[in-house]
């Protein structure tokens, strides 16, 4: 059992999937949120949805730099397909892709320290 299937459903606010279930808890800029309609705190949306609202795929420079979106990186299979394409849609300078292959080096080598140290901010109330 993992951390998220503790977490009660986090429900998409236009679609209603559970984004826990999806693998799609992310945080965008404040300036992305508000452009979508939605206030902070105002709830949740699937990248489907949000993108739905914007009118336009979520390119790399979308994402806040914080740790709930170093662990969509740094942990493979922890998060969708469709957010970590995203995340990484932004051309090879993107930071998340460097945050990517830094954290991918790093468990090739054996090194999972700044892999965990990561994780556990981000459940830990890092985020």
């Known amino acids: 059992m993992t951390v998220v299937d503790e977490l009660p459903p986090a429900l998409c606010n236009d679609c209603g999937v559970d984004i826990f279930e999806i693998r799609e ?3 965008v800029s404040d300036a992305c949120w508000k452009r979508a309609g939605m206030k902070p705190y105002g709830g ?10 914007l009118g336009e795929k979520l390119k790399a420079i ?17 998060s969708s397909p469709r957010l970590v394409s995203r995340m990484l849609n932004g051309g090879r300078r993107s930071k ?32």
């Open 96 to 127: 998340w892709r460097r945050k990517m292959l830094q954290a991918y080096t790093e468990a090739l080598k054996g090194n999972q320290s700044m892999i965990q140290e990561l994780t556990l901010f981000a459940f830990d109330g890092g985020v």
């Open 25 to 27: 808890y992310y945080m």
């Open 62 to 78: 979308n994402f806040r730099d914080c740790p709930l979106n170093w662990r969509n990186i740094c942990l493979p299979g922890q």
């Open 44 to 53: 949740f949306l699937c990248i489907g949805c949000l993108e739905l609202r």
